[in-house]
């Protein structure tokens, strides 16, 4: 029975599955590592525990993009990536309350003479910020549009797209709990609002500080990263789709600093972490590949 089950999960098993499967079992040996210092340790465990059943099963499911049913197994992800970033939110203040905003602050200093933040202040206007918070939010749908995109088209550089975006989101994830951050809105003058006057982005901004408990999450810049990578693979479907991903990127890096949701330094970290993302993303998939294959 048991070589059974096993020749079927190694029948379908792609190496994002292997690679979120490193992922959870590693959040799942921090938590049992740091149980005395987590309020709520048993809680992550389950969770962590919970995904990984719910990966198995996703793993037995066909990953050929002609079988209707390889549409669960594909993208999965959308929907375990915010359970885990979540997760975070309970993990990271108590296994590494150091924030380093304060390094981060001093850093950008250095760079630009000035917190970056305070020199836009003078640029801020109501139609600008609805625009960049606009920019902002753009994130959250990019993967999983230029996923659709792929899986529509039949691509197989699908499940490398899934890959390389999901190895993004861990290492990004890594940096989190070694680097914990807020970020210059939670740091800066409470009094002065970006938001004022606007009446979309002030929503799109208190929607995204009520979902996101997760607050830690600002070194490196997610955004920058994933939105990178994102364009990208953009170029893989022709040069009107590396447009449209260019000019949203460009906005939504500026957005992060405009809006304060991260520092210069951020932004330089994730742009660093796509490049080595982009990097070896493809022959750490073809290590994975040989290991499914033998």
């Excluded at 970056?116 to 910020?129: A, F, G, N, R, V």
């Excluded at 208190?206 to 070194?219: G, H, P, R, S």
């Excluded at 992060?256 to 998939?285: Q, S």
Aim: hydrophobic share 50%.
């Amino acid at each position: 029975m048991w070589q059974g089950f096993l020749n079927r999960i190694k029948a379908h098993i792609l190496p994002y599955d292997i690679l979120t499967a490193v992922f959870i079992i590693l959040l799942l040996g921090i938590t049992s590592f740091f149980h005395s210092q987590l309020p709520r340790a048993n809680h992550l465990a389950s969770i962590y525990i919970s995904l990984f059943i719910a990966l198995i099963f996703f793993s037995m499911m066909p990953r050929d993009l002609y079988d209707k049913k390889a549409f669960v197994h594909l993208f999965y992800p959308v929907f375990l990536i915010p359970i885990i970033f979540e997760s975070l939110g309970e993990l990271i203040p108590y296994v590494n309350p150091h924030f380093i905003d304060a390094t981060l602050f001093k850093m950008d200093t250095f760079l630009c003479g000035n917190t970056p933040c305070l020199l836009l202040q003078k640029w801020i206007h109501p139609w600008l910020t609805e625009v960049l918070q606009l920019a902002y939010t753009s994130y959250y749908f990019m993967p999983l549009i230029l996923g659709t995109v792929f899986f529509i088209k039949k691509d197989k550089r699908l499940s490398s797209f899934i890959f390389a975006i999901l190895l993004g989101f861990y290492l990004s994830y890594i940096g989190y709990l070694l680097f914990p951050a807020l970020g210059p809105r939670f740091w800066l003058d409470p009094t002065h609002s970006v938001y004022k006057n606007t009446y979309l982005a002030k929503w799109l901004a208190y929607c995204l500080n009520v979902l996101e408990k997760n607050k830690t999450d600002a070194f490196p810049s997610g955004h920058t990263q994933i939105s990178l990578m994102c364009t990208y693979f953009a170029s893989y479907l022709g040069k009107g789709w590396l447009f449209l991903f260019g000019i949203s990127t460009t906005l939504l890096i500026i957005s992060t600093i405009y809006c304060r949701y991260h520092h210069v330094t951020d932004v330089i970290a994730g742009i660093a972490l796509a490049l080595i993302c982009l990097k070896i993303a493809p022959p750490l998939e073809k290590h994975i590949w040989r290991w499914i294959k033998s």
